[in-house]
């Protein structure tokens, strides 16, 4: 997997882009000020965001190739080799699977009291989204943003950006800093600040996985499934 | 009647209110802007369908701004 592949943080120049993160202003006007906390890495783009997904494809395709390769060995050597030649071939299967499942917890609710400080928070966060994406945000928790690289699944914890077609979706880990926001505060966050500077936004946040949308269809959490599946109807009108 | 509001743990808080037509209402407005900024804050206007705007001097004109903590790759 690439070296940026966790939530750690990215490597330098793996986004795959043009500009270095503070050099090109966001469309709307202002760059998102939290690139200066990543002055190394280049802002984001369609090109970028195509690269990097092939480099998951092809890091995810050399992590698991090999097991298939050494299940035919095994298959092929000997009829008593077969199970560990199944095994193999289920490490083979695993490995992308892992990497999904960790893509797949960005869109999982954080924890905190559901209280009357996060009421308040939801009732900001209502008023700065359309009835349909409130609506959508009641039932799965995670908020529908369309964007010029795709289409958003804004959550607590990280986002989702289906990309245009929808048979690819980026996982991103990102917060806001201050912990003791309610829930919807902490989204409200993540969405003013997408709408900032999209470009932005996906600069700073740290890809946590890169793949088939079907594959991390089947690692979210039940309820948000409803909303991905809107996001990649969205994304393949675009 | 304009505000200028702070998400915190609260879930938001109000910090400001004023209107153009009251100049004193304005300029403890900006004061209270500015010292939220100092604190950390970053300031914007949500345009609604997608975009939003940051701001560094309170518009006067706005009728919501909002003021965010900063967001990091988690």
């Known amino acids: ?238 | 009647m304009s505000r200028l509001i702070r998400m915190d743990r609260t879930g938001h808080t109000t910090v400001a209110e004023w209107t153009t037509g009251d100049p004193a209402s304005a300029e403890e407005a900006i004061a209270a802007f500015r010292a939220e900024l100092d604190q950390g804050y970053f300031a914007l206007v949500n345009h609604g369908a997608g975009s939003a705007e940051q701001v560094h001097e309170l518009p006067l004109d706005a009728e919501l701004v909002i003021l965010r903590r900063p967001i990091a790759g988690g």
């Open chain 1, 1 to 238: 997997m690439p070296s940026w592949s966790s939530c750690a943080g990215r490597s330098p120049g793996d986004s795959g882009l043009s500009s270095p993160a503070e050099a090109a202003p966001a469309r709307g006007g202002a760059a998102l000020p939290e690139l200066a906390n990543v002055r190394w890495r280049t802002r984001a783009d369609d090109r970028g965001l195509r690269r990097a997904g092939r480099l998951w494809t092809l890091s995810t395709a050399a992590h698991a190739g090999p097991f298939v390769l050494a299940a035919v060995v095994l298959a092929s050597a000997s009829p008593i080799l077969l199970p560990f030649a199944a095994l193999c071939l289920v490490h083979a299967w695993g490995i992308p699977e892992l990497y999904a499942a960790r893509g797949a917890r960005v869109a999982k609710p954080v924890g905190g009291a559901r209280d009357r400080s996060e009421r308040v928070a939801l009732g900001l966060l209502g008023d700065l989204v359309d009835h349909r994406a409130r609506e959508l945000h009641a039932r799965s928790g995670l908020m529908l943003e369309p964007g010029r690289l795709g289409t958003w699944l804004v959550g607590e914890a990280g986002a989702l950006l289906v990309r245009p077609g929808g048979h690819r979706v980026h996982c991103y880990c990102v917060r806001a800093t201050d912990s003791a926001l309610p829930p919807s505060d902490r989204l409200a966050h993540l969405l003013l600040a997408l709408r900032t500077d999209e470009v932005g936004f996906a600069t700073v946040a740290n890809l946590a996985f890169s793949g088939a949308t079907w594959r991390v269809r089947r690692r979210v959490v039940r309820p948000a499934r409803e909303a991905l599946a809107v996001a990649v109807h969205e994304a393949r009108g675009r």
